[in-house]
């Protein structure tokens, strides 16, 4: 069992800048997958970005792309995404999930544990 709790999300002027942790409890965090999913207003909730566990390869959606990185920090069992450039687009409720394995999966049904999330604001 994992359990995920996201933190630092908040409201922010366009073009500034968040960072978003997740803090991971259990054991072996390095054999799960990472990813942020957010979900605005009105819509679905989408992926946004994936990080593997042992090679940190990573993915992302097109729309935020050079923008935002993910990161993570195995010793620390917590996953981080940078936002920077923010736009208002980007305001919604962002949250972690994760999955045991090697492969990683911009489907959110893929994956098996999810935090409660943390509005991010982002104004014009």
């Known amino acids: 069992q994992v359990q995920l709790v996201e933190s630092g999300g908040g409201l922010v002027q366009a073009g500034g800048s968040l960072r978003l942790s997740c803090a991971a409890s259990g054991r072996s965090f390095s054999g799960y997958i990472m990813a942020w999913f957010r979900q605005a207003p009105g819509k679905e909730r989408e992926f946004v970005a994936a990080?593997?566990?042992?090679?940190?390869?990573?993915k992302y959606v097109d729309s935020v792309k050079g923008r935002f990185t993910i990161s993570r920090d195995n010793a620390k069992n917590t996953v981080y995404l940078q936002m920077n450039s923010l736009k208002p687009e980007d305001t919604a409720v962002y949250y972690c999930a994760a999955r045991f394995g090697s492969i990683s999966y911009s489907l959110e049904n893929k994956y098996d544990y999810w935090g409660q999330g943390t509005q991010v604001t982002v104004s014009s």
């Open positions: 990080i593997t566990g042992t090679s940190g390869s990573t």
